[in-house]
């Protein structure tokens, strides 16, 4: 496949070549080839010019009667009026600015013509259509022939830029396709490719470009598909067979530790799911290689018990475990029940603490000196067992005596680099366990997640409530919104506490048009935006609609109005670390009412008492997001209730997302619907929607049987064959596959 690799200079010449690598990123030929048509445009049937309808495509067959060139009054340009016949109708075909037409559309001549009829001065029209001329009087059968085969083509449009138009693009393509379409190889194994019917690659590349009707263009869809699922699925099993070589230190179970003193505390008993997944992780655990396992589940399926169980294994082979939190109030979150949970065990060291126990250490940026210096000795003594915390403990001056188990919770919110920067802290590379925030379908995983292997909570435990979710049209009907205020006031008179969610914080210094120009939140400060999507039906995006309502003012107005007299206090990002503790503190222990809160709640705050939640303007908001916030209610044995405010009108996109999700509990499902909002993202990059995307013709949703069997066939290929020294053409695929920053990214996953 060398010659794909070919610059294009060489065969558009440096002026077309530069254009297309800037404004497309085509370098080579053989990215020119892989840019496939965005669509097709379909010249349509032969029509007569009598039974033409307006706003139709359509191709006819006609004779040049009148061609006139009128100037512009008034201005510079003119437009070239051409005038055709087929014998039972007339139709007028127009060219802006295009008058050296005339040279060649001349009266007499028979042509094909095609494009959108409109209508002008009650005159049917073609504007600039495509056309061909017909030598008829040298065609056997007057151009009919011709005409028929002009007319069934399909016209390829491919995604273009400014500075190059999709024409232009075709253009260049028809050469490549021309010269070079021979030097295509041929990555998929013959007996893989002959097994399933597939197309050679060559062909497949010819097919796509001009395909001469549908069935062609998915045969060769059917082919390319499997070539981006193939290669995509041999870089991923490699990356796992790479894993597996690494050594680790086995951390077995040991019986009569803290893990058996743990579990001999727990006031429930451990559902099915989790004792299954626990098996899973703690056999991993045993093993001699590194565990890379991806840990996902149903909002409040008891995730967080599974890791905590793994990390009390850990420490009882002698190692030290990390919880990576994305913030600090979920690491101060996690700290406090975890120490709840674990009692007098996680007082190792301590006064009335367990002679087995350990010590559970908290690192945040906003840790004061002296309490920071003790926690950072703790962990390079291995005094604390445990730590938990933010990227503080990812920087350089963090030592650990004997790290072997690292917990990513939420892996949505941190890149690689910071994952790989905590486990180099290891002297061997440590097990490592990621937890998602919410479910993520089969296939996502398998391409997302694909260097891991995967176990899935989808059992809730015993005694958790349902909830109920309804849509609650601010606009339509203000009444609802009035009665959504009473059920908070319902819910606090029967003892129980209320959530009330905002896309924004509201104390910026200046925000004229904070909810007018759609921007991506700031990772370091989560919740500071809360829409993922927006844009949709005069959504986040859309400068015709007001900001979004903010924590500051929502809370203000609350407290004055419908939920006058009720404890009511604020939670944002912004807030002073210690500020934001004392109120998560006053809150899990009941002595607030109504927490206004930005989505730094969105994941791993957990108060059983709190039964109800309001989310404001959540059309602002993701469908995966909005079904993690709804799982911060109904946590105890009181019923949950989610309202899901909107000004969005009935029918629009937004609000049908929102009727999906108050529709179902069922986060799998939610999470395919997310992903078609969305798009399909870059699953090699860090890119979480898909504004770039290395899969052009895969589908992750839509094709999973495909990425099913890929997967299977590249881990057998791969276990065979682990350098693919017996498949040259499928190492170039790859190389074209995995550029620098992609590569960099498997290698650290």
Request: glycine residues 10%.
């Amino acid at each position: 496949m060398a010659a794909l690799d070919e610059p294009l200079t060489k065969l558009v010449g440096d002026r077309t070549a530069k254009v297309l690598a800037d404004s497309l990123k085509l370098r080579t030929v053989g990215d020119l080839l892989h840019h496939y048509p965005r669509r097709y445009a379909e010249r349509g049937q032969l029509t007569s010019l009598d039974e033409l309808e307006v706003d139709e495509h359509v191709t006819v067959l006609a004779r040049i009667e009148k061609v006139t060139l009128i100037p512009f009054r008034g201005r510079k340009g003119d437009r070239l009026e051409v005038v055709v016949t087929d014998g039972r109708g007339r139709l007028s075909l127009v060219f802006f600015n295009q008058g050296w037409r005339q040279k060649e559309l001349k009266p007499g001549l028979q042509g094909l013509f095609a494009g959108k009829v409109g209508v002008f001065n009650r005159t049917r029209q073609l504007a600039s259509p495509d056309y061909q001329l017909l030598d008829a009087d040298g065609a056997e059968d007057g151009g009919t022939e011709t005409a028929r085969q002009f007319a069934g083509r399909m016209i390829p449009v491919y995604p273009a830029s400014a500075q190059m138009p999709s024409w232009k693009l075709a253009l260049a393509i028809e050469m490549a396709l021309t010269t070079h379409l021979g030097a295509v190889g041929e990555p998929l194994p013959e007996a893989l490719r002959a097994e399933r019917g597939l197309l050679p690659l060559s062909e497949a590349l010819e097919l796509i470009h001009r395909p001469r009707n549908q069935a062609e263009l998915e045969r060769a869809r059917d082919r390319l598909r499997w070539d981006e699922a193939f290669v995509l699925q041999v870089a991923l099993a490699q990356r796992r067979a790479a894993a597996h070589a690494l050594p680790a230190v086995p951390r077995p179970v040991r019986a009569g530790g803290l893990l058996d003193a743990f579990d001999a505390k727990l006031p429930f008993t451990l559902t099915a799911g989790q004792q299954a997944v626990g098996a899973e992780v703690f056999a991993d655990l045993a093993g001699e290689h590194p565990m890379h396992r991806l840990l996902q589940g149903e909002v409040g399926s008891g995730k967080t018990l599974v890791a905590l169980r793994a990390m009390l294994a850990v420490v009882d082979a002698g190692g030290q475990a990390v919880l990576l939190a994305p913030t600090e109030v979920l690491a101060q979150q996690h700290h406090r029940s975890i120490v709840e949970m674990m009692g007098e065990l996680a007082e190792g060291g301590m006064l009335g603490g367990s002679e087995i126990g350990t010590k559970v250490a908290l690192l945040t940026g906003s840790m004061g000196t002296a309490a920071r210096r003790q926690v950072l000795l703790d962990m390079a003594c291995g005094e604390a067992g445990i730590a938990i915390g933010t990227h503080a403990l990812i920087e350089d001056k963090v030592q650990f005596q004997d790290l072997g188990l690292v917990v990513v919770d939420e892996q949505h919110r941190f890149g690689v680099e910071q994952r790989d920067a905590l486990r180099a802290k290891g002297g061997r590379p440590p097990h490592l366990l990621v937890m998602t925030a919410t479910p993520i379908p089969r296939t996502v995983a398998m391409t997302v997640f694909g260097d891991l292997e995967t176990s899935v909570l989808d059992q809730l435990p015993a005694g958790r409530s349902p909830i109920a979710s309804h849509v609650v049209p601010a606009l339509e009907k203000p009444n609802f919104l009035a009665r959504a205020w009473e059920r908070i006031r319902e819910e606090v008179a029967k003892g129980h506490q209320a959530y009330v969610v905002c896309p924004r914080i509201g104390d910026e210094p200046e925000e004229p048009k904070a909810g007018r120009k759609r921007r991506k939140a700031d990772p370091a400060d989560p919740e500071e935006v809360g829409g993922e999507l927006g844009g949709e039906d005069g959504g986040a995006g859309s400068d015709e609609r007001r900001p979004p309502l903010s924590v500051v003012e929502t809370a203000e107005n609350l407290a004055k109005g419908p939920l006058a007299g009720l404890r009511t206090e604020i939670l944002h990002g912004r807030l002073a670390p210690e500020a934001k503790d004392d109120v998560m503190r006053r809150f899990t222990a009941g002595q607030v009412d109504v927490l206004v809160a930005t989505t730094v709640i969105e994941v791993g705050v957990n108060v059983p008492n709190a039964t109800a939640m309001v989310i404001m303007d959540a059309d602002r908001f993701g469908v995966s997001q909005l079904h993690q916030l709804r799982g911060r209610v109904g946590r105890g044995s009181a019923p949950g209730l989610c309202l899901l405010v909107s000004e969005m009108p009935a029918g629009s996109a937004a609000r049908a997302r929102l009727e999906a999700v108050a529709g179902t509990l069922d986060g799998f499902a939610l999470s395919r619907i997310d992903l078609e909002q969305r798009r399909e993202g870059d699953v090699l990059g860090q890119a979480q929607s898909g504004v770039k995307s290395s899969l052009k013709v895969l589908s992750v949703l839509e094709d999973e049987d495909v990425i099913a069997e890929a997967r299977t066939a590249a881990a057998a290929l791969v276990d065979a064959d682990p350098e693919l020294a017996d498949h040259g053409d499928l190492r170039a695929a790859l190389a074209g596959l995995l550029d620098e920053d992609r590569a960099a990214f498997l290698d650290k996953g």
